[in-house]
Every structure is written in C-alpha cells, then in structure tokens.
C-alpha cells in the first residue's frame, strides 16, 4: 500500500540536498537580527500551510526546488497528511537558525493537537523557500513483548544485494545447530528501515523477534528508499523499489549454513504483501507466503478509500478535509492516466503508480502454487475488509491457502478499540501474540518437501 504512513510521523524532507559547511562568524547584535528576518519568513510560510493558504506558500518556492516537489498541490498534500496525524497546528516558536553555505536552515518548535514537532524550512539567499522537512520528537525507548524470548536467538549481521545497493540487514538467528525455517520480510512502501519503524512502534523487529523466540529465522533489512535515499532515481518502479530486494535478501538466507533451504517463506507487509506473488514467481523455491494486509484491487484505489475515509472522520477539520480532497483529485486523474509522469502524487511519480497499475495480484496469486497463508487486522482502514472480500473470493477453493482475519488489529496487527484514525500509529503497542502464534504454528504444520 503506498502511504503506509498517513501523516507521516517520520521525518519528511522534500527539496534538494544540503551541503553542510562552515559559516562566517557574526557581531550577534547583527546575526540575532538577520535570524529573526529568517524566523519570520519560515513562519510566515508556515502559516500560509495551516490556514490552508496553499497559493501563498507555493508562491514561496524557490524556482530551484524540482517541478511538482513543492508546488501547490503538492504542499496541500504534505499538510492534509501531516495534520490527519497530528491534529491542526496550534502554536510556533522560533527556535535556532542554522547557516549552510548561502542557505538559512530555520528550525521552528510547532505543536499540534495531537504531537509536538519541529518545523526545518530551508530558505535560499533570496528568501524563497527551497525545502521542507517535520520531525517528531524522539520516540520514547523500545521494549520488547512479553512473547519475545531474548535468550532463545541471535542477532547477526546480515547484508542484502549487491553493488551498488548492498542493503544492511539483520538475521534473527534461534541458538542451537539444527537446520532453521526462515522467514523473509517484505516492507510495505515508504522508505522504511529494517524495523518497519513508525512513531513508538517497529512491527518487523517484532515479527522477527517474535518468531525466533519460537525456532524461525526471521531476516529483515532497510529498505532501498531508506538506505540510500539521496540516491534512488525518480525513474524507480516497484521492480527497483521492492522485488530485486526481495529476491536478494532470499539469496542471503539461503547462504547461511543454519537455513533450511527447503523451508524458506516470504512475508510480505502491505505493499510487500501485494508484490509477494509477484517475487514467488520469481523465486519458485519458496516453501510458503505470509501476506499481512495485502491489497488485492490496484493501489490507486486503495489509496482512494483511504483519503475518503480519514476525510469522513470526525475530528478531520476543513483544512485538512481541503488537502484530502487534492489528493482525491490527483488519484482519480491517475485513475485514468490523465497526469504527465513526472509529476509528483504523494511523493511519487505518475510513471510509478502506471508500472504498478499493471500489475494484478490476485491473477499472480493465481500462478503460484505454495502454500499462502493470509491475515488481515479488521481495524484496519488502509487496507480494508474491501480487500479481504476480495482475497476471501480468489482464495475460497484453494486447498492450500488459510485467511486469518483479527477483528481488534490495525494496519500494524496491533490491538486497539474504537474507530480506527492515523493517530494511533503514535501510541506505542507490539504486533499481536495471537498473529506470531498462528504464523508460527502454519510455518510448523507444513510438510518438508526434499
């Protein structure tokens, strides 16, 4: 699914890279006022965003910034995603002024309803804005579940692919010297690390701890989009972005003396969860695929229902509502192919969403013989029970394929009550014991096939 992240709580920068040097030293009588003539543009461009001012703040932008980065729909975008999580901004301090060759890096202190934040506007010599980037405070630190057994594994090292996108990974590696089940997980989209981290939580780093506690070797390992963000051509498609990978990381595995090769599976979360039969046709050794909340309509559709149904809560006010239905718009011209594909839709080129277009997974599923095993969280508003539905249909005369649906899960398969919003990707909890039991019991009951 792309947009894993509404509003993302992650740290999102658009603009162009910064080179860091050193600056001149000032009078401070002097530089304290060149730092408030910077304050107050950051601010003021700030302010354009949250009273839905979008005109104002992409007449801002610097011409240097790439066509569709920060224009103004893509600013109205940025914002609808930020305060969906955060809730609408109610005050903003100047903090520090950074100096970087001829550029002002301005940090503003911002609170919102729901989250304390920083504000980075870079601003170029001639005052124009040249990028934007929000940063969460610091997540508190991360304890495991009460399932997860340190002493019963390992974690080793581990790196996926090969020159010049060698990705870091981590095996997590249960002790003894018999021969493992493995697992490898598949990210959803956005540039995630190896954790699947967002806010409090790190569902994957779950998964695998949870897991190895049990006897499965579990390897994850950052993203490309994370790893080497700076680098990752706009050209990317989901080829690049997830499946070359994949197959990568399952070559990896399979190197370890430890792994039972014959009892290797693949699990896929999300958009991982969408492209897994598309890497199990690829890779016809696979033993198994774990799909969590996969997609099973095009993803411009998803997208859609998920824009519609935070629109429709609430607490989503008239701004944020505004900046939905930009969205809204851009998805449905996607839909139809009516947008040039350069141009930028939720962080991403046209030309990726009309590679990814073509591809269907329930017909890929199809021409995949292994055994699948499906799970589905029935809080979960990203992925919807649409999806299930559909899967529930594709699947229902496979004799060899188990849905699992858990009516109190999210997104992230963890528990919760109520409507489900954005906001509770901020509160920490752990993937669910129930989900690490079930797959861990299906990985165990297959037969070996030697």
């Known amino acids: 699914m792309v947009n894993d992240h509404p509003a993302r709580s992650v740290a999102l920068l658009v603009g162009f890279v910064l080179i860091a040097s050193l600056c001149t030293a000032r009078p401070a009588a002097a530089q304290a006022t060149a730092d408030s003539v910077w304050n107050r543009l950051a601010a003021t461009f700030v302010r354009h965003l949250s009273t839905g001012h979008f005109d104002s703040a992409g ?3 610097s011409p240097a910034v790439p066509a569709g980065a920060l224009d103004t729909t893509r600013l109205g975008q940025i914002w609808a995603q930020l305060i969906a999580s955060a809730g609408a901004l109610t005050s903003l301090t100047p903090a520090t002024v950074d100096r970087q060759d001829s550029l002002h890096i301005v940090d503003q202190a911002a609170k919102f309803e729901r989250q304390d934040m920083t504000i980075r506007v870079v601003l170029m010599p001639d005052s124009t804005v040249g990028g934007l980037w929000f940063r969460p ?3 508190p630190d991360w304890t495991p ?3 997860v057994t340190p002493a019963a594994f390992d974690e080793i090292d581990l790196h996926v692919g090969v020159e010049p996108w060698i990705l870091p990974g981590t095996l997590s590696l249960p002790r003894g010297d018999s021969l493992l089940p493995a697992v490898v997980l598949v990210h959803g989209s956005g ?9 409090p939580n790190k569902p994957f780093r779950d998964l695998a701890w949870g897991l190895a ?14 790893a080497y963000a700076g680098r990752v051509p706009d050209s990317l498609t989901i080829e690049g972005e997830v499946i070359t990978d994949a197959l990568a990381a399952l070559a990896a595995l399979r190197s370890h003396p430890r792994i039972d090769t014959t009892r290797i599976f693949l699990a896929g979360h999300s958009l991982g969860a969408m492209m897994a039969p598309a890497i199990a046709r690829r890779d016809s050794a696979l033993a198994g695929l774990i799909l969590l909340a996969a997609p099973a309509r095009p993803i411009v559709d998803v997208m859609h229902d998920q824009m519609d149904y935070i629109a429709s809560l609430p607490e989503t006010d008239d701004v944020t509502r505004a900046g939905l239905n930009a969205m809204i718009d851009s998805l449905y011209m996607l839909h139809f192919r009516r947008l040039p594909p350069t141009q930028i839709v939720m962080g991403a080129p046209a030309s990726y969403y009309y590679d990814l277009a073509e591809y269907n997974p329930v017909e890929a599923l199809a021409a995949v013989p292994v055994p699948v095993m499906l799970l589905h969280g029935g809080r979960d508003y990203q992925v919807s029970s649409v999806e299930l539905s ?3 249909n594709a699947l229902q005369y496979r004799a060899n394929a188990v849905i699992r649906e858990y009516p109190s899960l999210n997104h992230l398969f963890i528990a919760g009550t109520g409507m489900p919003t954005p906001v509770e990707y901020g509160k920490a909890g752990h993937v669910s014991d129930e989900v690490i039991r079930e797959v ?8 070996v096939t030697r």
């Open 59 to 61: 007449a801002m932008i």
């Open 191 to 199: 540039p995630h690390d190896r954790d699947a981290s967002i806010g």
């Open 440 to 447: 861990a019991a299906w990985i165990g009951t297959l037969p």
């Open 213 to 226: 506690s049990t006897g499965i070797a579990v390897l994850r390992y950052d993203k490309r989009t994370n």
């Open 137 to 139: 405070p610091a997540p």
């Open 390 to 392: 559909e899967w529930r």
């Open 145 to 147: 579940a009460a399932y």
